[in-house]
């Protein structure tokens, strides 16, 4: 899985995102401890392991320059399982990461993972119903059809907040659903560097999208 040096997965994760060497660092070690983990605790598909930095670590940082302020914006990321897109954007620069996981293996697996590199994120063990805090913005992927994340959103997003949403091939028939169902909120969708057939949308609760 790690078969390029740190020098080489600079370049090929700079054309997305900037990052520092120490960022490749915490990438590769990611890396190394999602596999070593993966053989007791099902965190993500075997056959993806061989593909980590397309699958996994492009496609969870091409969401980073959506988020407007890194630095002070707190940031739910809803179904973290196995860290994906939070921990990929907290150890890339955002500040107020939240993950949020039902399941406690994978809470576990998050949290070594923090320690080991050193990443400032945190870990809530709980279902997304529960959760209470207020966030300014929400991620996920390949967690729940678009109507629920909108619904989880109108719970914890605060009104100036965004939902920042990786979709697969079927997006656009998620969104003819939600629109059927009453949502008018605004939608903007972009297009994924890792799949020509998904989309980043952009979801704005109440108003415009400007990403």
């Given at each position: 899985?790690?078969?390029?040096?740190?020098?080489?997965?600079?370049?090929?994760?700079?054309?997305?995102?900037?990052?520092?060497?120490?960022?490749?660092?915490?990438?590769?070690?990611?890396?190394?401890?999602?596999?070593?983990?993966?053989?007791?605790?099902?965190?993500?598909?075997?056959?993806?392991?061989?593909?980590?930095?397309?699958?996994?670590?492009?496609?969870?940082?091409?969401?980073?320059?959506?988020?407007?302020?890194?630095?002070?914006?707190?940031?739910?990321?809803?179904?973290?399982?196995?860290?994906?897109?939070?921990?990929?954007?907290?150890?890339?620069?955002?500040?107020?990461?939240?993950?949020?996981?039902?399941?406690?293996?994978?809470?576990?697996?998050?949290?070594?993972?923090a320690a080991r590199t050193n990443t400032k994120i945190s870990i809530h063990n709980c279902r997304i119903e529960t959760f209470q805090q207020k966030v300014d913005g929400i991620t996920a992927r390949a967690l729940a059809p678009l109507t629920d994340l909108i619904n989880y959103g109108k719970n914890i997003l605060n009104p100036s907040g965004k939902m920042i949403l990786l979709k697969g091939q079927d997006w656009q028939n998620e969104i003819t659903t939600a629109r059927s169902t009453g949502f008018n909120g605004a939608i903007a969708d972009y297009p994924s560097l890792t799949d020509s057939q998904a989309r980043v949308l952009i979801v704005d609760l109440k108003g415009s999208v400007h990403a």
């Amino acid at each position: 899985m790690q078969n390029k040096t740190i020098d080489q997965r600079l370049v090929e994760v700079t054309k997305v995102q900037i990052v520092s060497r120490e960022t490749i660092c915490n990438f590769i070690a990611y890396g190394d401890l999602l596999e070593k983990w993966n053989k007791t605790v099902n965190l993500v598909g075997k056959s993806t392991l061989a593909d980590f930095w397309d699958r996994h670590v492009i496609d969870s940082l091409q969401l980073y320059r959506y988020i407007e302020l890194p630095e002070t914006q707190i940031i739910a990321d809803l179904g973290s399982g196995a860290g994906f897109p939070g921990m990929i954007l907290a150890m890339a620069g955002a500040k107020h990461m939240h993950l949020i996981e039902s399941d406690a293996r994978k809470c576990a697996f998050l949290a070594e993972l923090a320690a080991r590199t050193n990443t400032k994120i945190s870990i809530h063990n709980c279902r997304i119903e529960t959760f209470q805090q207020k966030v300014d913005g929400i991620t996920a992927r390949a967690l729940a059809p678009l109507t629920d994340l909108i619904n989880y959103g109108k719970n914890i997003l605060n009104p100036s907040g965004k939902m920042i949403l990786l979709k697969g091939q079927d997006w656009q028939n998620e969104i003819t659903t939600a629109r059927s169902t009453g949502f008018n909120g605004a939608i903007a969708d972009y297009p994924s560097l890792t799949d020509s057939q998904a989309r980043v949308l952009i979801v704005d609760l109440k108003g415009s999208v400007h990403a």
